[in-house]
């Protein structure tokens, strides 16, 4: 009589790894986090919510149930860069400089602001881009909510040292745009592509970029040196 061969006992299936499940709060961070890093990487053109919803392990039900409109959704990403950014104490910081009219100082802690701005959130400002190449609405709602306000200040204190003759006459909103515009410049092509085109610190850049903004705005007739007066001999 044949005996049937001994089937081996299988093991029983490991049980799935349990996961803790996310407060409210925290599951919100995470797919805003997720939301940014999606955007910044593939663009609004190229990232669904449902790519966003996925990233987090979760339905699409569970990220409108965060943000009930793509709108939401925006502002939180606002929300998050207002709060890293530290506008605010970086405002009372300006202000402060401002009474002491030291221009100096004034338009290097505002080109350091921009350039902390791109070193720490480089996927906020990778995001921005794609939004204006792809002509989404998100820099006019930055521009609504953060832009104009810090705009408006810079603008007001150009105007006040022009009318004390400390800058030169001029559209203050293209003087505005002149001060802003190394910072941008420079820290767009560190860190938003790459580019190694100045050996220093950001530290090195804004001073460096002070200094010869500082030099620029006087008057001429004040930046020209008096000739000097010296006594001719008559033969």
Known sequence: MNTPPA?????PAPLPAHRPRLSSDDRRRQLLTHAIALFSKHGFSGTR???IAAACGVSEAILFRHFATKEDLYHAILDTHEAAAGKDEWLVEMRKIAERRDDLEFIRCMLAQILK???EDKAFHRLMLYAG????SLPGMFQERMGSSTLEF???YVVLRQREGAFRKGNPDTLVMLLASP???YASSKYIFGLKSYPGTDKEAAEEFSKLLVGALPPTEKRAKKPSKRKTSQS
Request: net charge positive; aromatic share 4%.
């Open 183 to 185: 910072a941008l410049q």
């Open 117 to 119: 701005s791109f070193r």
């Open 7 to 11: 089937v081996p006992l299988l093991a």
């Open 154 to 156: 810079l603008r007001n």
């Open 49 to 51: 919510t449902k790519d």
């Open 133 to 136: 190449l792809e002509g989404h």
